[in-house]
């Protein structure tokens, strides 16, 4: 299940939460490998964009819940259908 995250982080001085962002980026490295995490990007200003590609809603939520405990945010999460699976469903009609 493909999922768009786009994260708003607590305004707080970006200086004052520097080790939790370079933790930030400790906790996705092993998810980019596996594949969990397909796209990580960080926003310009404060946040960050990223692809999941996870078996559940379940694993999202507990992703996501893991993230809020590094940088507190709030997401905006986005369903998202695979490319081949939509054109797919478009040449059934």
């Given at each position: 299940?493909?999922?768009?995250?786009?994260?708003?982080?607590?305004?707080?001085?970006?200086?004052?939460?520097?080790a939790?962002?370079?933790?930030?980026?400790?906790?996705?490295?092993?998810?980019?490998?596996?594949?969990?995490?397909?796209?990580?990007?960080?926003?310009?200003?404060?946040?960050?964009?990223?692809?999941?590609?996870?078996?559940s809603?379940?694993?999202?939520?507990?992703?996501?819940?893991?993230?809020?405990?590094?940088?507190?945010?709030?997401?905006?999460?986005?369903?998202?259908?695979?490319?081949?699976?939509?054109?797919?469903?478009?040449?059934?009609?």
């Amino acid at each position: 299940m493909l999922f768009l995250v786009i994260s708003e982080p607590r305004p707080e001085p970006p200086s004052s939460v520097t080790a939790s962002r370079q933790k930030y980026w400790e906790w996705v490295a092993p998810l980019r490998a596996s594949g969990e995490v397909r796209s990580i990007h960080a926003k310009v200003g404060r946040g960050a964009v990223a692809l999941f590609d996870v078996p559940s809603n379940e694993q999202l939520h507990r992703r996501l819940n893991e993230w809020a405990d590094i940088i507190p945010a709030r997401f905006d999460v986005h369903a998202l259908i695979d490319p081949d699976a939509a054109l797919a469903y478009l040449n059934k009609g």
